[in-house]
């Protein structure tokens, strides 16, 4: 099996050929705008670790608060409580998408990791977050668990085949994704690689082989779409 790589996360917008328009035929709602069904929530992720000043005891976000009430320079941030709960969300080695589920966005409560993500959207950052919370704010996803059965299905459909390579998330919130390596043949500046992303209505997005000629990004209706077409996109290659 070829070594893992941790490059900076593939996306449609890191690739030639995606004009403003193309975003905006993808329907993406803007990171920074809320639904109108946001909740705002004073008591979020009261569980999320966050290590005292000498690295001897872990304190909750809660404890913390508790703690920045009397001093009135440390003030909990919604971006930096997102920031600690992205902790260990990337790691530079593992097998398959179940292998990184290690940090508290992975783990506690869904709506809490839901709320904080948007608290932190509201405050005017961009943060960085796995592509299953964004279809989850974005309306276009149910639930967390149901974006790990897509990750599942997708990786054990893909293991089957030769040349696909599972990449973890390069850095904490990122995205894991695909590449098949037979289509990086010195020629192109990317492999074909597979993404999960909530700019597809199917959520499977491929990102064909292409050097510095632009190859738009083809959208797929799901896993089952990809099953049948794997033969064909393992085909692709720079012309």
């Known amino acids: 099996m070829p070594a893992l790589r941790s490059r900076p996360e593939p996306s449609e917008s890191d690739r030639p050929g995606l004009s403003s ?9 803007p990171s920074g705008v809320l639904p109108n069904n946001t909740r705002p929530n004073s008591a979020l992720a009261d ?4 290590p005292s000043a000498d690295g001897s005891t872990r304190l909750t976000l809660k404890e913390a608060r508790s ?17 600690l709960a992205l902790e260990g969300s990337g790691p530079s080695v593992a097998d398959a998408p179940w292998d990184a ?11 809490d990791v839901l709320d904080l993500y948007r608290q932190a959207l509201a405050a005017g950052a961009d943060p960085a977050a796995p592509w299953w919370l964004r279809a989850m704010h974005h309306g276009v996803l149910p639930s967390r668990e149901a974006g ?7 990786h054990m459909v893909l293991s089957e085949r030769p040349g696909w390579v599972f990449v973890p998330w390069a ?4 995205s894991c994704y695909w590449e098949y390596t037979p289509s990086d043949d010195g020629r192109a500046l990317h492999p074909t690689t597979i ?3 909530e700019a597809s209505p199917g959520l499977v997005l491929v990102l064909p082989a292409q050097s510095s000629t632009a190859i738009p990004p083809v959208q797929l ?4 779409e990809l099953r049948e077409r794997l033969t064909e996109i393992g085909s692709w290659r720079v012309a």
């Open 101 to 111: 589920r290690s940090s508290w966005v992975h783990f506690g409560a869904e709506l």
């Open 221 to 224: 209706s799901g896993v089952d």
């Open 171 to 174: 850095g904490n919130g990122r």
């Open 67 to 83: 703690t920045a009430d009397s001093l009135s320079w440390l003030q909990p941030l919604p971006e930096l409580e997102w920031s």
């Open 21 to 29: 328009a193309e975003h905006a035929a993808h329907g993406v709602v």
């Open 195 to 197: 993404i999960l992303s």
């Open 148 to 154: 790990y059965a897509i990750e599942d299905a997708l």
């Open 47 to 50: 569980r999320i670790p966050l």
